[in-house]
């Protein structure tokens, strides 16, 4: 196969994986899982987008390899079996062979490592966060606290399937009471555990950061789009590990604000100097 027949190949893979998730993809915002899904939510974010490009880049270069190191095997089984061969060289060395062998993967690993650093040094680094909320995994539930916005706490608990079908939302992502937040706003999220490692995931935003016990981890997204955007806990945590969903709806600053009002009176503590609650199950 010639490199112009390998390069279609992996090209193909890639479109293929695409549409995909092109048919997955919403023009209004707001993601969640599909049945069957196979490849990622549709990005939402400039993190995500940049993840999805490097392992479409990946993608490429790992199918090249795979199939140039499966068209050299080939080759020397047919051209140097001991029919086709009966007397095999002797040649132990050749210098220039073992220094292309040598020197073209470090290229194509150099070449992988750049832009794999950029990106993550754009996780990594947190631009000035107009809003933080802090995400506490528990054994098995959320709870989140808007230190900005007058330092509310609650809880988040799945819904069961009843419950989630009269709401429309879906089965074992929806929860009683979700986080809400601004669009085109810097989120920090700080994230820490009450009991096990949790771990704070939301696929379109390509967030996932672990929370643990004694510990805040943090980092950042931006929301672009209004909409529903669901995740899952992501650490085995336990024996519900599965019923920990993530629900972060995305609205305007106007709709936010209202909420925050609404939402203070709603989840209004005694003791706002300990915003941690007692389990509600
Ligand atoms: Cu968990």
């Known amino acids: 196969m010639t490199w112009t027949g390998l390069a ?3 090209a193909l893979t890639v479109l293929l994986l695409n549409m995909g998730a092109a048919s ?4 209004t915002g707001g993601s969640q899982p599909v049945p069957w899904q196979m490849y990622f939510q549709t990005p939402a974010d400039d993190r995500m987008r940049g993840i999805v490009s490097l ?3 990946l ?3 790992i199918t090249l390899i795979s199939l140039f190191v499966l068209g050299l095997l080939a080759y020397i089984v047919i051209k140097f079996n001991s029919k086709a061969n009966p007397v095999p060289s002797a040649t132990t060395h050749n ?6 062998w040598t020197v073209v993967p470090v290229l194509i690993l150099v070449g992988i490592a750049i832009p794999s650093f950029r990106l993550l040094y754009f996780e990594d ?3 000035k966060a107009d809003l933080t909320i802090k995400a506490i995994g528990r054994q098995w539930y959320w709870s989140y606290e808007y230190p900005d916005n007058g330092n509310f706490a609650f809880d988040s608990q799945v819904l069961n399937d009843a419950d989630a079908k009269a709401k429309g939302e879906p089965r074992l992502l929806g929860t009683d009471n979700h986080v809400i937040l601004p669009v085109g706003k810097t989120i920090r999220v700080l994230t820490t555990g009450a009991d096990v490692i949790h771990s704070w995931a939301l696929p379109a935003f390509g967030v996932k950061i672990d929370a643990e016990p004694g510990r805040i981890n943090q980092t950042w997204f931006k929301a672009e789009k209004e909409g529903i955007y669901y995740g899952e806990c992501s650490e085995l945590c336990g024996a519900r590990h599965a019923y920990m969903p993530i629900e972060v709806e995305i609205v305007s600053q106007e709709k936010f604000d209202a909420w925050v009002a609404e939402a203070k009176k709603k989840f209004a503590q005694d003791d706002a100097s300990a915003p941690t609650r007692v389990a509600a199950q």
């Open 8 to 10: 279609a190949v992996s």
């Open 24 to 27: 997955a993809a919403e023009t």
């Open 55 to 57: 392992h479409n880049g």
């Open 59 to 61: 993608l490429v270069i």
């Open 95 to 100: 210098t220039l062979l073992e220094v292309l």
């Open 125 to 127: 680094t947190i631009p």
